[in-house]
């Protein structure tokens, strides 16, 4: 008994201290401006929605939102198209020195982003890319792939080799089997996968604030950060902006979770 | 249809050889089956025939076209995998349906062919299971049933009833034996169950440390086994081994254990030179037959255990200090550690050269 009432004190605990930033922008986003900055701070008595008008009536944060979507998406969709063809290849076929390459991608992901910023900046300039989607698609696609095809790798190295055998046993081309076998086997990590690019890209500020200018390709994070103002700091919007923009998270992360289930190779083999 | 044939082909893992020179043609429309230990390499050249694995050197041929450089999709091979290999998130119709959708056939036909294929099988009423909602025998049956709605060039089976139950077995074994009746498809086989290699095969090869053995008739394999090992590899329970050795060479006399085996049955006996030493006399336990009073056998044993099999006993024996397992009637009386006589039956020996292992008698 009391076991138990203490492992679910812990659990409590640990949910607290993890959704404790969230709640407190949710919190602050309630608040009216007089109460703001009022220490220590109160919850407030008199909740207002007048941060979260604000921010789409007199900010462009519907496009930045659009912005941010198409940017993430995008980058999601691709990082998951060319990470599983690869990640196939390099778990099911016969490739020569996979380790290395293996290995070597995951160099990739290594490199601080401070580190390749500038260089990667003059490289959108030169190609005429700088404030466009297209910019922040290419650059987030390229950092997310090590991890994309490191983890979809891992999951496809689950399948056993016999299912891979038998489908080309039974006239499959690499490609059907590719999408016949392997992906349907692969859900749970195409969705672990898709979840960590979305949030990655959803929340990328370093190139996000080199590679954009303008609210036609400014993404949220970098929306955000540049809400305050030369005199004053909007709290009270800056929570509400950023209340909004968690949302569409939280929805994904548990629309998906349903879908990642493990045991779904289960019966293939005997054992 | 197909002639499968080896040219000295060799298989490693990186430095471990598997396959050690293998050449060996298995007939158009033949029933061949690989036995051997396990660990042998048998489910390796399945790969190989199937060309899941490439060979480390060495030619294959389907008739007359080289395929080391086929995929498995060129060859037109049916495989059933030791481990099922069953597509987890497709129900048992889809899976015994699967090659047939690959090569594009209409649906009616599937249709019709899942159908006769699932009721062949015993798998009727579970067509819309998923694999793990099935029993491993049942598990297998679809295994096989996804290999035998084709119609290859080449069936490969990787022990395919090994998980059935006594009686399912030999049902599957006579249909399997059927369905080659009918379909004369080249079939490659691989099983642990002497009696299935047995009943079903025209041909077996005996795989040992990389290399063939023996390959021949079911028959001829038991009867006349090529090396110590095949005789103590076929046959359940395996063939007694006594040490003998040649008393004289004019008129040939072998000693063994204390008897003395005479010359008559020996129908070469240059074969047995006196001064290579040591002989192995092998003997079946079927052979030797033990019964408790004396006019009926000539030798002098002990009794160690009796096991019942039914129709009959096996029991094993202390002959002179060596252990020997033999038969007996069900019905006799025998007990452990009582005395009783076996009939060694002289005709019936199998004659070995100690140091090569190689058979020389019956020749
Ligand atoms: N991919 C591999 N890499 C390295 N060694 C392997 C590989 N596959 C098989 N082997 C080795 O090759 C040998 C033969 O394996 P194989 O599976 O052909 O045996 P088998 O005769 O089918 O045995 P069993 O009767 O137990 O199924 C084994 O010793 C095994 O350890
Ligand atoms: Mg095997």
Redesign the interface.
Known sequence: MIKKTGFYLLVMLVLLYCSGPLLWQIATSLKPDYELTVIPPVITENPTTVHYISVFKERPFLRIILNSAVVASCTTVLSLIIGSLSAFALAKM?IRYKVFILGFVLSVSMFPPIATVSPLYIIIRELGLRDTWLALIITYTTFSLPLSIWILTNFFKEI?D??Y?????????PF?IFYK?ML??SIPGIFTTAILVFIFSWNEFLFALTFTSTTSSRTIPVAIALFPGVHEVPWGEIAAASVVVTIPLIVLVFAFQKRIVEG???????? | MAEIKFENVIKRFRDVSIIEDLTIVINDGEFFTFVGPSGCGKSTIL?II???E?VTDGKIYFDDTLVNDL???DRD???V?????????MSVYENIA??LR??KVQQKTIDEEVKRIASLLGLGDMLQR?????S?GQ?QRVALG?ALIRKPEVFLMDEPLS?LDARLRIEMRAELKKLHHELKITTVYVTHDQAEAMSLSERIAVIYQGRIQQCGTPLEVYTKPANIFVGGFIGSPPMNFIKGTVKSLEPLQIDCNGITLSTIIFSRPPLLKGDEGGLIIGIRPEDIVVSERKPEGKVKVFISLVEPAGSFNWVDVIWNDIEMKCTARAGSDLREGKEAFVDFPEDKVIVFDEKSGKRLFPD
Do not use: W
């Open positions: 016969r056993p016999e299912i055998y038998a489908a080309r046993i039974d006239g499959c081309s059907q076998i349907p086997l779904l190779t289960s019966g293939a083999v005997k054992g | 790969n199937a060309g899941l490439p995929s498995p999709r091979v049916a495989m995998f030791q481990s099922y290999a069953l597509y987890p998130h699967f090659p690959m090569k998923k694999p793990k909602e099935l491993g598990r996804r998980n």
